[in-house]
């Protein structure tokens, strides 16, 4: 018998809700659901004490003109004085050299009067001329009394961090609260969380995943999903269940999420994949607008199988499920292979082409010029493009591809081409297929393979008319090692005939 003395609150409402007969097994998957969430939840907090306390870092390069709220207690200290900042967001202690002592100063934000913030991951502002905006900041900070860890953010999956020509800005320009910061020395994005009002725009327009929701994240969703046994989906915060009055489907469970803006197309497509089609919210017409696009874009991916693969509650009947939701485990996968994954298993391919307004899906296309330098596979942090040696091909997996651009803006042949949200209804778009491929290239001294035929092709097409003898010609047609062996030989060679 399932244990009814120590429930969420998902599962004491479907007690109360669910016209399922065997409340026993639907409780038993909803609590399982509730507790793989919170077992995978990344998320900490800490109580914070007066936040009124500043530290204001000064270079010498700017001077500070106006003056915060009164409630606020400012401390103005030298940049080149501070020996270190020890403790945690909104509790610094800042160690500051004052002649043969040191000074601690409490902090609990950081304001900084120059160039190129050092201290951004001390979560310090900015000053910029522009006093207001900084005391709004700190306004927003003092009303918290605690710290929440509310994002994740995996660098490697990231397409503006570590590039020289950063190919996404779209978290950057989703956050109103600047929360977000481009740390342009480290090449990558500060999350400045005590900024941070847990909105969710900042995931939802995330193409590769890279920042998630630490209570609701991307392994979490995963293995919560691979437990509710096939049943339907009811997605809402704790907010609209205690407002819903509308009868609930039976087997369905509920996935209880902060708010409905973090979820994106690849975050309702694993919730279709796993429930077969059969997703469901309270209204959908109380949706934030983005969320409604999303699902607009998924019902459209999805209209293969006969009909909307999500809907809600209070405005439509329930449809049935549109195919038997997928058997194929996604666990341990980033959140694009793991829609990929997905998507390849329902087979059975309409061929249609769709395209998507604002989707987090693109299309590339690579045409008969590549020469399979692999660029675009060592640029691509999705793994989009794949370099496959042992048949000298490049092969493509399009539904991994984040539109970043990167791979076309490098591509020396120009040979590969971004369509942002177009989406393809065929296997080529979901599986890893070779989009190029040539002949392995020898050399012509020692026959070691080397390269390919096209790219042999091109750099002898470039440089042939600067050779001025048969034996530099013939270098262009050599690996590394035989090329200086040739030249040096016939170097020798000339100067023995008393040539040069």
């Known amino acids: 018998m399932t244990d009814y003395s120590a429930m969420t609150y998902a599962c004491m409402y479907l ?12 409780i038993r998957i909803q609590q399982t659901v509730d507790d793989t969430l919170f077992d995978n ?3 900490f907090s800490y109580p914070l004490n007066d936040q009124h306390s500043i530290v204001l870092i000064n270079d010498g ?10 409630g606020f207690k400012v401390q103005v200290v030298d940049a080149s004085k501070i020996v270190r900042i020890e403790g945690r967001a909104g509790d610094y202690q800042v160690n500051v050299r004052a002649g043969n002592e040191i000074v601690k100063y409490p902090a609990a934000s950081l304001i900084y009067c120059g160039d190129n913030n050092p201290w951004i991951k001390y979560d310090a502002i900015e000053i910029h001329g522009n006093l207001s905006r900084v005391a709004s900041q700190l306004t927003a900070r003092a009303t918290k009394n605690t710290f929440t860890k509310s994002l994740l953010f995996t660098e490697g999956q990231c397409d503006y961090a570590s590039k020289d020509t950063p190919a996404c800005r779209a978290c950057l320009e989703s956050c109103e609260y600047s929360a977000l910061v481009e740390d342009t020395e480290a090449k990558t994005i500060h999350l400045r969380l005590s900024d941070c009002t847990e909105c969710g725009s900042c995931v939802a327009v995330c193409p590769s995943g890279a920042i998630q929701n630490s209570r609701v ?30 009868p609930l489907y039976s087997e369905t469970v509920i996935l209880s999420i902060p708010n409905y803006s973090l979820l994106n197309e690849l975050y309702l497509s694993l919730l279709v994949l796993k429930s077969g089609g059969e997703v469901y919210f309270p209204d959908m017409t ?28 209070v405005s439509a009947s329930r449809h049935p499920k ?10 341990n996968m980033p959140l694009r292979m793991a829609v990929s994954e997905g998507l390849a298993s329902l087979k059975g391919y309409s061929n249609n082409v769709y395209t998507l ?141 008393g040539g040069y």
């Open 357 to 497: 307004p604002n989707s987090l899906f693109s299309d590339l296309h690579v045409d008969d010029k590549c020469t399979l330098c692999m660029g675009c596979a060592y640029v691509c942090k999705s793994g989009a493009f794949q370099a496959q040696p042992e048949n000298q091909s490049l092969a493509l997996n399009p539904a991994l591809c984040t539109g970043c651009g990167h791979c076309e803006s490098i591509c020396p042949e120009h040979s590969i081409t971004l369509a942002p949200g177009r989406f393809r209804e065929e296997e080529t778009y979901v599986t890893f297929s070779a989009v190029a491929k040539d002949d392995v290239f020898c050399c012509v001294e020692c026959g070691k393979p080397f390269a390919t035929e096209k790219a042999i092709a091109k750099v002898a097409g470039m440089f042939a008319s600067l050779m001025w003898d048969d034996v530099k010609t013939r270098t262009l047609y050599c690996c590394g090692e035989c090329k200086p062996k040739l030249m040096l030989k016939d170097h020798f060679d000339n100067t023995a005939k």
């Open 61 to 70: 390069t700017y001077s500070v003109i106006g003056s915060l709220d009164e």
């Open 15 to 26: 007690l109360e809700n669910s016209p399922d007969t065997d409340k026993d097994k639907l």
């Open 286 to 313: 109380t949706l934030p607008v983005s969320t409604q696009a999303a699902i607009c874009n998924v019902n459209r991916i999805f209209e293969r199988f006969g009909g909307d693969v999500i809907g809600d509650i």
């Open 322 to 331: 549109r195919f038997a939701p997928i058997a194929r485990r996604l666990d």
């Open 217 to 246: 994240n991307v392994a979490g969703l995963i293995a919560a999903l691979e437990n509710t046994e096939g049943y339907g989906v009811l997605v809402a915060t704790d907010a609209d269940l205690m407002k819903l009055s509308s």
């Open 41 to 43: 939840t990344l998320d």
